[in-house]
């Protein structure tokens, strides 16, 4: 069974940053496109970046390009997102999910990602 | 304002068959790129119910089917019940934004 765990979120000022992490197990991780999906509060779903298989093409929503970069660890199974210079505008619950046919079909459970002073 | 138009809720007795739609444009739906659907029970992580226009996931009830015709995309569910109360997205890609795009969701309210 696919099982996604992030972790790494909490309280920031505007202008910190903040890691996050996911956990993947359950299937071979090295496979696939992954992505991170973001929601805040009371809102929609964004994505906001997704990375091919072996790390080395990345894609960007625009309002976080330059400021947030993706990676992963395929040795440890795991999916990364560094977010620097955050923003009020980034407060919001973020999902990994792993992608495929240009859909998500697996997500974590979340976590929340607060920029406030 | 979203790339996808979804009404921003529908409603229907247990039993009844609702649709909710999911407008696009020539760069996303319009431009062949296929068109899925999550369901996000409040509280939790959305769930993939139809990916690639008409296609369930294993263990989603054939309640639910997809559609697609021109720019636009349908989700229905039929034989409605209590537990399908939930937010319900869209989701494409558009070629123009080269971002994987969603609809606002659409709350589904079982009367």
């Not at chain 1, 440890?76 to 992608?99: G, K, P």
């Not at chain 2, 409603?11 to 790129?33: F, M």
Request: net charge neutral; charged share 15%.
């Amino acid at each position: 069974e696919v099982h996604l765990v992030e972790s790494g979120g909490g309280l920031v000022q505007p202008g910190g940053s903040l890691r996050l992490s996911c956990a993947a197990s359950g299937f071979i991780f090295s496979n696939y496109w992954m992505s991170w999906v973001r929601q805040a509060p009371g809102k929609g779903l964004e994505w906001v970046a997704n990375i091919e298989p072996v790390g080395r093409d990345k894609y960007y929503v625009d309002s976080v390009m330059g400021r947030f970069t993706i990676s992963r660890d395929n040795a440890m199974n795991s999916l990364y997102l560094q977010m620097n210079s955050l923003r009020a505008e980034d407060t919001a619950v973020y999902y990994c999910a792993t992608q495929a046919y240009y859909s998500f079909h697996h997500w974590g459970q979340g976590t929340l990602v607060t920029v406030s002073s | 304002q979203s790339v996808l138009t979804q009404p921003p809720s529908v409603s229907g007795a247990p039993g009844q068959r609702v649709t909710i739609s999911c407008t696009g444009s020539s760069s996303n739906i319009g431009a062949h790129y296929d068109a899925h659907w999550y369901q996000q029970i409040p509280g939790t992580a959305p769930k993939l119910l139809i990916y690639g226009n008409n296609n369930r996931p294993s263990g989603v009830p054939d309640r639910f089917s997809g559609s697609k015709s021109g720019t636009s995309a349908s989700l229905a569910i039929s034989g409605l019940q209590a537990e399908d109360e939930a937010d319900y997205y869209c989701q494409s890609y558009d070629s123009s934004l080269t971002n994987f795009v969603f609809g606002a969701g659409t709350k589904v309210t079982v009367l």
